[in-house]
């Protein structure tokens, strides 16, 4: 079919072209390794500015792509640049994306001989991220954003901590602590909020008991949780009667109102009971105990938490968790029901 | 420092030692809910001729955080340009001053004064409003707050209404527990 001198031809043509695709990308890539190694000098030279479009642009270049090196290089960057211009923008994704460069290395890195500079730099990453978030949550008027960066950047914190096998218990405890704190923190943003405007504002308490509901998912027996989400219920409730609910209110949404404030103040209460189970001299929840049975009419149960709220109040010389003991006893209620 | 004050504020948070957590603010709802209540029954009792003029009294005997909120509820409604009356609310420390009330409030810390102030408002077209178990069935009341699944309810005893020349709405007599 076809003639001896068309298929040579067709070879030669072949090999002309792949010799010269295989041309074209050594001299490609040779100028990218040329110009790694001047975007290498600036940085020695910590010229980060001269050296960052140079990383950037060589990104997807074949000699690059794969190489542990160029990955640790640019990570490196990210990191510096961090360091030196956005310590104070809590939204900079330059510490995330110096994590995903030094991720990406040690991935490509099969003989290990990055290892250590990466991991230096993972390390570097989670205390900057760690002092990010705390930066964002503790700003004076902090705000939901703010917020928000501080999760954005507690997340990378704790990825970053993963990398260099922190143990999970290690992790959670951190976890726990840090949405203890931005619980807090929304609840501050919550309260500043109502006050100025009377008004509730949805997202905000949403934040409010999910970061909390998520603390008792790290740990369902602490204390602390069980008690602010309690006293979220008790407040919003407590919120749309005393600052929602006009006295000129019809009587069908009166009832309304009852209603769903009755069920806000029965979903603070097994919060509530366990924060003073966990923690049985803990005062907050005693009192919190009594409002709640209060508004709920149950007024022998309120009574019998204010009465304890009040002793152990007016101690000074008796052992609490004793006057808890003595005062339990004293209610067959308590005991029914507990 | 800068540095260090981010190094103190890390090591507070890492050591556990947050900011304020919520703190649940003690508020007395039930005495809102009651005022409410007060307030409605303004709009849905008519009082007879002669006590549909001038300020609405209600007066409430001894003590009771409901008066305050009372006190709210008049302030909001004497600045509405469009209130139909102004309300006065007085309190009352014992029977002898409750002739001028169109409503009286007996708290349940003031009920052994019932029997007197039924009395005492004969002729009076009052109505009276009290916060303890059986006091409209038996006690005099008109009406009586009582508590049924942690929700506030009234009690309505018609006849007592009805000697006071009172006219209740139907929709307040349907919301009623009656009890005569």
Redesign the interface.
Known sequence: MYSKGNVIWFLLIALLLSTSTIWAQSVQNREARGLEIKARNYMANKEYDLARPILDGIATDTAHVNSCEYWYLRGFLYKELYKRDETNNGASDFLSKAFDYYEKSMTLDADGSHKDGNIKGIKTIAVLS??AA??S??KENCTENDCKNALANFDLYIKAMRVYETPEAELTK?RV??K??L???Y??IYDAHTKKHSEHNVSIWDN?TSTYKGVLVLDSKNS?AN??L???Y??R???I??HE???????IT??DI??K??NL??EALPYLNKAHVQDAINP?AI??L??IY?????IDKSNYYKELFGKLNDNTTEEPLKIVEDHRTQQDWYNWEN | MRILL??L??LN??S?K?????????????A??K???L??FTK?IEWPEGKREGNFVIGVLGQSPVFS?LA??AH??NEKPSAVRYLDIKSCNDVNSIAECHMLYIPNGSSEMLKMAVDKSEGHNTLIVTDKAGLAKLGGADINFV?S????KFELNKSNVQKHELKVSN??TN?AILVN
């Open positions: 760690n002092n705390v930066t949550l503790y951190k602590e840090f203890l704190a619980g807090a923190i609840n501050q409010i602390s008690y602010c309690g006293s979220a008790y407040n409730a407590v919120h009667i005393m609910m006009g006295y000129d209110v019809d009587m009166l009832s009852q209603d404030c009755i103040f029965k907050p009192e919190g009594a409002g209060f508004s709920l009419n149950e | 981010i190094a504020i890390a948070f890492i556990g947050n900011p304020t957590p919520a703190q649940t603010q003690m508020r007395d709802t039930n809102k809910i005022a409410v209540f307030y409605n849905y909120e709210n509820s909001k409604n508590v699944n942690n929700k506030v929709l307040l919301l």
